[in-house]
């Protein structure tokens, strides 16, 4: 009997480091907010907080249709935002060139590989850091 008393104490505080490590695990692995979280992926607030909103552009596509579009540029911190913002006339010029390649068609359906393009493009001339993403918030076609 004795001898059981022990195994079974022995059981108990093996079970409780279990769980207490579990526990542990548990809140390392998981934010405050009950989610996991990706050490790489931004917040919403880091995301605003990092985030330039371009000036609306107006060009010309390459079928004489006319384009106004405006993005929300998100990078990976706020020196790559200040870096961005100053970077205005270069966001211009590569969305004016990119554009210039497209016809009304394209425009309609290629958004989303002109937001990676604009995406690729910028990070070959930042210094500061990264672009993480580029929304179209605002497109209109005539």
């Known amino acids: 009997m004795f001898m059981g008393s022990k195994?079974?104490?022995v059981l108990i505080i093996t079970l409780l480091v279990l769980i207490i490590g579990g526990a542990a695990g548990m809140v390392y692995?998981?934010?405050?907010?009950?989610?996991?979280?990706?050490?790489?992926?931004?917040?919403?607030?880091?995301?605003?907080?990092n985030s330039f909103q371009t000036e609306e552009m107006s060009t010309d596509?390459?079928?004489?249709?006319?384009?106004?579009?405006q993005f929300q540029i998100v990078a990976d911190s706020e020196?790559?935002?200040?870096?961005?913002?100053?970077?205005?006339f270069q966001v211009q010029n590569i969305l004016i060139k990119?554009?210039?390649?497209?016809?009304?068609?394209?425009?309609?359906?290629?958004?989303?590989?002109?937001?990676?393009?604009?995406?690729?493009?910028?990070?070959?001339v930042m210094q500061e850091g990264?672009?993480?993403?580029?929304?179209?918030?605002k497109k209109v076609l005539q």
Do not use: P
């Open 7 to 9: 195994m079974l104490k």
């Open 29 to 49: 692995v998981l934010n405050a907010d009950g989610e996991e979280k990706e050490s790489d992926e931004q917040s919403l607030d880091e995301i605003v907080e």
């Open 61 to 69: 596509l390459e079928d004489g249709s006319f384009v106004r579009i």
């Open 79 to 88: 020196k790559a935002k200040e870096e961005v913002e100053k970077r205005q």
């Open 98 to 124: 990119e554009l210039a390649k497209m016809d009304r068609d394209a425009f309609k359906t290629g958004i989303t590989d002109l937001e990676s393009l604009m995406k690729d493009k910028l990070n070959e």
């Open 130 to 137: 990264t672009i993480v993403n580029v929304y179209t918030i």
